[in-house]
């Protein structure tokens, strides 16, 4: 039989159950290299003849899965120790068995970073989706006009290198700044960015009310809109990886933060909002797991929605494994939004339903823990019901589920599909947005308004 890359995996796993004991298995570490090659790191000391009869097995099994060097080392062996002690391991579930894997990676490897803990001072918001044209965008911009018109100030981010959108939105050629995202991505893998290229990285929108501000940081700013044709040989460098003199490598997560976290330190914001590319590219990792967000997931109510959701919600659920010890709350800073919804509430609660029930089957919820006295009450009268004294009375504490936050939904309103605010600055007054716009912007409102309390 032919292994595939899905098969491999879980063969592992049962060649090291049937050769050296479940034990193994889940103390040890499965390394999947860039080729999607596989090799077992023992955590305690296996006999030569062990080895050598697993290694047999493993080849066999695994087929052109099987590393070809060292496709299991014992735990003496030179680099083990290191394997072992990776903090990118991720504890999965493969086919019944327990596995510590890691996972190397040419591209997408920030998708195995943990979630960064929340930020919150100022608050960040990030705006994905795994399509374009549900109204992402839009709903960012919009809330961004809201946040100003109460008087606040309100940095928007546009990460869609790719295919960028919210600065033409926000900004008229003319007010772009000299640099987009796209400079900075490529200027600091050269050279550290000083504060003269990061005043010239942003600039104001006029859309702001007078009483608030919105500064805009485009993908692309003024210099690559006048010499477009470098812009492609940008975007193959803005991904890079960096490395400083001292081998230091900075990814595109560790960069995108760097920049939001310099522009936060400053006191200047009250929010900071990123519109993130579509899909689930690198760039997407990034604004997901690596700025200590609130992540808002827009998508319409059809099949697609949900099976590109399903995958990305899959891997999420990877760190739910990792880390059940402690209380993943970067879970619940994940809102799924619903753009263009229906007008008649049993619809929008049918999307509802159904992201409620993705998240159940792709494991990114958290049942409450259970007290080991929680039995059924006996049938009426209750005169025999069992107790156990010798439970504190902090075991008996029922956590509170944990999962994303209740689905919010974008009314459809034709005036919105083709956005353009500078051209109908009128869409940009509360009595027009907020009959669509209503749920996001106080959720937003009420998180800004905790950020400003702390």
Same mark, same amino acid.
């Given at each position: 039989?032919?292994? +595939? ?27 999947? #290299? ?12 296996? %006999? ?36 072992? !002690? ?9 086919? &019944? ?9 040419? @591209? ?44 606040? +100030? ?57 009483? &608030? +501000? ?16 470098? @812009? ?8 890079? #990886? ?8 900075? %990814?595109?997560?560790?960069?995108? !933060?760097?920049?939001?976290? $310099?522009?936060?330190?400053?006191? %200047?914001? #009250?929010?900071?909002?990123?519109? !993130? ?22 998508? *319409? ?55 409620? $029930? ?7 919820? *958290? ?17 025999? @019901?069992?107790?156990? #004294? ?20 974008? /009314?459809?309103?034709? $005036?919105?599909? @083709? ?7 009128? /869409? ?14 106080? $959720? ?11």
């Amino acid at each position: 039989m032919t292994v +595939r890359y899905d098969d491999s995996l879980e063969i592992l796993a049962n060649v090291i159950i049937d050769s050296l004991g479940r034990d193994a298995l889940s103390k040890g570490v499965a390394l999947r #290299d860039v080729s999607g090659r596989l090799a077992f790191f023992c955590s305690s000391h296996v %006999t030569a003849r062990a080895i050598k009869r697993t290694e047999l097995q493993l080849r066999s099994a695994l087929g052109v899965y099987g590393r070809s060097d060292r496709i299991i080392a014992n735990n003496s062996e030179y680099g083990v120790a290191e394997v072992l !002690a990776d903090t990118s391991i991720l504890i999965i579930r493969v086919g &019944g068995h327990t596995v510590r894997l890691l996972d190397r990676r040419l @591209v997408g490897a920030d998708w195995l970073r943990r979630p960064a803990p929340a930020k919150v001072s100022p608050p960040r918001f990030v705006f994905a989706s795994l399509k374009g044209g549900v109204g992402r965008s839009t709903a960012l911009a919009v809330a961004a006009a809201d946040i100003a018109a109460k008087g606040r +100030r309100v940095l928007a981010i546009d990460m869609d290198m790719e295919a960028p959108g919210l600065g033409a939105m926000l900004l008229a050629d003319d007010d772009l700044p000299e640099f987009g995202l796209i400079d900075a991505l490529v200027e600091n893998g050269l050279s550290p960015l000083n504060d003269e290229f990061y005043a010239d990285l942003h600039a104001p929108s006029n859309l702001a009310d007078q009483r &608030g +501000r919105i500064d805009v940081i485009p993908a692309i700013g003024l210099r690559s809109a006048r010499h477009p044709a470098d @812009v492609l040989g940008k975007l193959a460098r803005a991904y890079a #990886d960096d490395v400083d003199e001292g081998g230091t490598v900075s %990814t595109i997560l560790d960069q995108v !933060a760097a920049i939001v976290d $310099r522009f936060a330190s400053t006191g %200047t914001y #009250d929010a900071i909002m990123i519109d !993130a590319r579509a899909g689930l590219h690198e760039t997407t990792a990034a604004a997901i797991l690596g700025l200590g967000a609130e992540v808002f997931l827009f998508g *319409l109510d059809e099949y697609q929605t949900f099976l590109g959701y399903s995958i990305l919600f899959s891997h999420l659920a990877l760190f739910l494994e990792s880390d059940k010890e402690q209380r993943p709350e970067w879970l619940e800073r994940i809102t799924m939004v619903q753009g263009r919804a229906s007008e008649k509430p049993e619809l929008r609660e049918q999307f509802a339903a159904s992201c409620q $029930r993705l998240f159940e089957s792709s494991g990114l919820t *958290l049942r409450p823990n259970k007290s080991p006295t929680d039995v059924p009450l006996p049938a009426e009268p209750f005169g025999d @019901v069992p107790w156990n #004294d010798e439970v504190g009375d902090e075991e008996l504490q029922l956590d509170e589920p944990v999962g994303p936050r209740a689905t919010l939904a974008i /009314l459809d309103d034709e $005036r919105f599909r @083709v956005f353009n605010p500078r051209m109908r600055r009128d /869409l940009l007054s509360s009595a027009v947005y907020r009959s669509s716009y209503g749920e996001l912007i106080d $959720r937003i409102a009420e998180l800004v308004a905790v950020s400003n309390r702390i």
